[in-house]
């Protein structure tokens, strides 16, 4: 057996947020409006999640989700969110079984312990090589008491039929503020392995350490940025992003022959045997089904090349109407799949000085839940005061909006603000504060590197772009060239 013990500092969790996220949790669970008739999803019902035995988390609740040849039941034999709940989970999918019980323990709304057991066990053949059970312990009333380095609070044990690991983790008394710990590590093998184990980890255990400590150090690390961020905000029931970038600024004069240009050009793009004429090496085909060239009432479909050769996967055609077509007055472009699964459209009140442009979009291919996103560019404003874009999405449990602000105009340079702001509604309220709290750090840094790639983007082709008239045609070039 191989025993390794390392000792780390890090920034302390507040148990009061411990207990607010379990609560939350707990909360959404219990709010889930879910009935013998599936998972009532705003007015619509997902019928592939459902209850199918006894009333919604009372003793004896079963419930069914199915998705392809995935089977998971759930069956809840306890539930008291102020003392014991257990839960227990199996999932099946082509001879793959998963088996998890998870006991959670309460003293009212503060946490006392949580167990999560379980095994895996693989299809045939060498079904007693696919086979792997787990155990993990979280006692945190033990953990928030008294420091003693002698008791594991936190614990993980998995074991195969040829080895086992076993990491305890122990509170010493606090230094400077921040807890630490001492870890503990175990590794065995088992049955006829037992002997070649011992010598491999033996031979190894310099190499093992230093992947440890490597993993540790690692581990410490992102623990202690993102902590103390989520001590600092706690729960809260909407996620608010805000960051500013800079732009190379371009005249209104500039963008608005770059669009007339562009409008003028669509017009004048080939058409042979009523598909576009462009590069063989494109991946995708335009064809005109119906009327004239980018005249009203038009009619394309946009197909989409497999992404490799060997793909299986089918890539649902775009159709495609031109419903408005005006380089001195309104334009409007509509499209949608075959199956009608996805649509919108876009328009702008003229192309040769566009003062407002707004967009649509529908979406109900995932499972009937339909996702509605709007976004209007006043671009009026935006020479005026400043503000550009107003956009929203929409599902029936939530919705996120969208502002882009120029906050300033000096030396060439605009200095624009992005916010967004995410909301839960009813029992999704909850998962947005927890994610807001568990991933709130991470989804803010996400949202700032993605404002910061635009920029960055948009800062180097800009500047060589030259006049209106050459990035017009650069841009159906890249177009026709894709």
């Known amino acids: 057996?191989?025993?390794?013990?390392?000792?780390?500092?890090?920034?302390?969790?507040?148990?009061?947020?411990?207990?607010?996220?379990?609560?939350?949790?707990?909360?959404?669970?219990?709010?889930?409006?879910?009935?013998?008739?599936?998972?009532?999803?705003?007015?619509e019902i997902i019928e592939d999640v459902r209850l199918v035995e006894g009333r919604h988390l009372a003793a004896g609740a079963r419930y069914r989700g199915e998705e392809g040849d995935l089977t998971v039941d759930v069956h809840v034999p306890v539930w008291n969110r102020a003392g014991e709940s257990r839960i227990e989970v199996t999932g099946v999918s082509g001879g793959h079984t998963v088996n998890v019980r998870l006991d959670l323990h309460m003293s009212g709304e503060r946490l006392q312990s949580v167990r999560i057991t379980g095994d895996y066990q693989g299809p045939k053949p060498f079904r007693g090589l696919r086979r792997v059970r787990w155990e993990g312990n979280l006692r945190a009333e033990e953990w928030w008491a008294a420091p003693d380095a002698k008791t594991s609070p936190i614990s993980l044990r998995v074991v195969h039929r040829f080895a086992s690991a076993e990491m305890g983790i122990a509170r010493r008394k606090d230094k400077h503020g921040r807890w630490s710990l001492r870890t503990t590590t175990r590794l065995a093998g088992r049955s006829l392995l037992w002997?070649?184990?011992?010598?491999?980890?033996?031979?190894?255990?310099?190499?093992?350490?230093?992947?440890?400590?490597?993993?540790?150090?690692?581990?410490?690390?992102?623990?202690?940025?993102?902590?103390?961020?989520?001590?600092?905000?706690?729960?809260?029931?909407?996620?608010?992003?805000?960051?500013?970038?800079?732009?190379?600024?371009?005249?209104?004069?500039?963008?608005?022959?770059?669009?007339?240009?562009?409008?003028?050009?669509?017009?004048?793009?080939?058409?042979?045997?009523?598909?576009?004429?462009?590069?063989?090496?494109?991946?995708?085909?335009?064809?005109?089904?119906?009327?004239?060239?980018?005249?009203?009432?038009?009619?394309?479909?946009?197909?989409?090349?497999?992404?490799?050769?060997?793909?299986?996967?089918?890539?649902?055609?775009?159709?495609?109407?031109?419903?408005?077509?005006?380089?001195?007055?309104?334009?409007?472009?509509?499209?949608?799949?075959?199956?009608?699964?996805?649509?919108?459209?876009?328009?702008?009140?003229?192309?040769?000085?566009?003062?407002?442009?707004?967009?649509?979009?529908?979406d109900t291919s995932t499972s009937g839940i339909p996702v509605t996103a709007a976004a209007e560019a006043d671009l009026q404003r935006w020479w005026s005061t400043g503000s550009l874009l107003n956009g929203t999405v929409e599902i029936p449990v939530g919705g996120a909006t969208l502002a882009v602000e120029r906050v300033a105009d000096e030396d060439g340079q605009w200095t624009v603000a992005i916010t967004a702001v995410v909301e839960g509604r009813a029992w999704a309220r909850h998962l947005v504060a927890v994610a807001g709290v568990l991933s709130g750090p991470a989804l803010k840094q996400s949202f700032r590197e993605t404002a910061d790639a635009f920029a960055e983007q948009w800062n180097i082709v800009v500047p060589s772009a030259g006049t209106a008239e050459d990035a017009a045609d650069a841009t159906l070039s890249a177009i026709l060239e894709r």
């Open 1 to 43: 057996m191989g025993r390794y013990r390392r000792d780390v500092e890090i920034a302390p969790f507040p148990r009061d947020l411990l207990d607010q996220v379990v609560g939350a949790l707990l909360d959404a669970v219990e709010e889930a409006p879910i009935t013998e008739s599936g998972f009532e999803f705003g007015d």
């Open 195 to 362: 002997p070649i184990a011992a010598v491999w980890l033996a031979a190894n255990r310099s190499r093992i350490l230093r992947k440890l400590d490597e993993g540790l150090a690692q581990a410490a690390s992102a623990w202690n940025a993102e902590v103390p961020r989520m001590a600092k905000r706690g729960l809260q029931e909407r996620l608010e992003f805000e960051h500013r970038i800079s732009l190379k600024a371009v005249s209104r004069e500039w963008a608005e022959t770059y669009v007339a240009e562009l409008h003028q050009g669509t017009e004048g793009l080939v058409f042979d045997k009523r598909h576009l004429f462009k590069s063989p090496e494109s991946t995708y085909d335009v064809q005109l089904l119906k009327g004239k060239h980018i005249r009203p009432g038009a009619r394309y479909r946009i197909t989409l090349a497999p992404k490799t050769s060997t793909s299986k996967d089918e890539r649902k055609p775009l159709d495609v109407h031109v419903a408005a077509w005006e380089l001195d007055g309104p334009n409007r472009i509509e499209f949608a799949r075959e199956d009608e699964a996805q649509a919108g459209w876009v328009e702008i009140d003229s192309a040769r000085r566009p003062t407002l442009v707004r967009a649509g979009f529908t």
